[in-house]
T-cell receptor
């Protein structure tokens, strides 16, 4: 399973766009990239998933370059409630699919 | 309920005791996962069920840990002879599994285990 590297922490202010980049140099051909969000005392929650190029949903955008060795989660106009830990994961969606979490990025949004 | 349910939400036990943690997955989800999370760390994979069978138990730390899912729905994580180092939040997740699986895992709120 591909290992991921992401910043330990990031600070931002309300209303700003936040970009969290994740490195996954050993990503395999059949691996997808998935991001989860976790608030204190809660389980992680799925944010977005992609394979290549760009994916956008109502919460975030995910940018994946052609070589797929990194990905960037973009959160537009963050609010205080976006303060959480964000995890980048890679894995194949087959019968042996499982997610391996790293330590994540702690995002702190200030007023 | 519609989500993954875990019981108990909190469990305090003494070193050496036996503990069971229960997970009720989302109805119809064939895949079920157990993770363990220590303070300040990401969730650590323990075991993955596809249906009734443990498809991957490579994350179980030792033979004191065991999990079952006898009917392919509810799962129980069992910890024998608990140690203080077992203190953590134990998270359960389920997913649709099988062909067409998007890979999205739905997590419960966890069971916080404290071993005194």
């Amino acid at each position: 399973l591909a290992k991921t590297t992401q910043p330990i922490s990031m600070d931002s202010y309300e209303g700003q766009e936040v970009n969290i980049t994740c490195s996954h140099n050993n990503i395999a051909t059949n691996d997808y990239i998935t991001w989860y969000q976790q608030f204190p005392s809660q389980g992680p929650r799925f944010i977005i998933q992609g394979y290549k190029t760009k994916v956008t949903n109502e919460v975030a955008s995910l940018f994946i370059p052609a070589d797929r060795k990194s990905s960037t989660l973009s959160l537009p106009r963050v609010s205080l409630s976006d303060t959480a830990v964000y995890y980048c994961l890679v894995g194949a969606m087959d019968s042996s699919y499982k997610l391996i979490f790293g330590s994540g990025t702690r995002l702190l949004v200030r007023p | 309920g519609a989500g993954v349910s875990q019981t108990p939400s909190n469990k305090v036990t003494e070193k050496g005791k036996y503990v069971e943690l229960r997970c009720d997955p989302i109805s119809g989800h064939t895949a079920l996962y157990w993770y363990r999370q220590s303070l300040g760390q990401g969730p650590e994979f323990l075991i993955y069920f596809q249906g009734t069978g443990a498809a991957d138990d490579s994350g179980l730390p030792n033979d004191r840990f065991f999990a079952v899912r006898p009917e392919g729905s509810v799962s129980t994580l069992k910890i024998q002879r608990t140690e203080r180092g077992d203190s953590a939040v134990y998270l359960c997740a389920s997913s649709a599994g099988g062909q067409g699986n998007t890979g999205e895992l739905f997590f419960g709120e966890g069971s916080r285990l404290t071993v005194l």
